[in-house]
């Protein structure tokens, strides 16, 4: 069974930094590219960030690009975002997904508020 | 970056009703389109990909339709489980853009 675990949220100030961490389960997560997708309280979905299977190829949303950094650690099949400089409007729920273009797969997600 | 547009942002409709969404890219994107359900409180539910491909296990009222830039999402025969909001998202490329969503609700 697909399972995808993230934990690191919660409330940090304006300009203050957060690492999320996504463990997986259940398939072969070296083979299988992985992204991060967030959802403001009441807001539609965004995808933030993917990476690809050995790490090499990054992408990223235009708002987070400079500021997150998106890697993965295959041996201990975990996915990771690292976010500085957040901003009031980052906070969402951060899921991550299983990647194959579209998302099966997605954890429960873990709350990121940025908040004075 | 191509940008993903839905309409109607929100509908009303009776069980048993024919109910349409579309979604346009702002560019062609081929086929490399993805639809989602999300009903509240819950995670995002895949139903379709590569614009009409239905995801295993999902009921056969749900199609996908289109290619290019315009895409549509058909539920045959509305339910009441149906209630939820319908994403798109597109994939051949990154930034992988969801659509802002359409709201499905029983009149």
């Known amino acids: 069974e697909v399972q995808l675990v993230e934990s690191g949220g919660g409330l940090v100030q304006p300009g203050g930094s957060l690492r999320l961490s996504c463990a997986a389960s259940g398939f072969n997560f070296g083979t299988y590219w992985m992204s991060w997708v967030r959802q403001a309280p009441g807001k539609g979905l965004e995808w933030v960030a993917n990476?690809?299977?050995?790490?090499?190829?990054?992408y990223y949303v235009d708002s987070v690009k400079g500021r997150f950094t998106i890697s993965r650690d295959n041996a201990k099949n975990s996915v990771y975002l690292q976010m500085n400089s957040l901003r009031v409007e980052d906070t969402a729920v951060y899921y991550c997904?299983?990647?194959?273009?579209?998302?099966?797969?997605w954890g429960q997600g873990t709350l990121v508020t940025v908040s004075s | 970056d191509i940008q993903m547009t839905q309409s109607p942002s929100s509908l009303a409709a009776s069980v048993g009703d024919r109910v349409t969404m579309t979604c346009r890219a702002s560019q062609g994107i081929g086929s490399h389109l993805a639809w989602y359900q999300q009903k509240p409180g819950k995670l995002p539910k895949v139903l379709i990909y590569s614009a009409s491909t239905l995801q295993s296990g999902v009921p056969s009222r749900f199609s996908g339709s289109g290619s290019g830039t315009d895409f549509t999402l058909t539920i045959s025969s509305l339910q009441p489980e149906d209630v939820a909001t319908y994403y798109c998202q597109k994939y051949n490329s990154a930034p992988r853009t969801f659509g802002q969503g359409t709201k499905v609700e029983i009149k």
């Open positions: 997904a299983r990647d194959t273009g579209w998302s099966e797969y």
């Open positions: 990476i690809e299977e050995d790490g090499s190829e990054k």
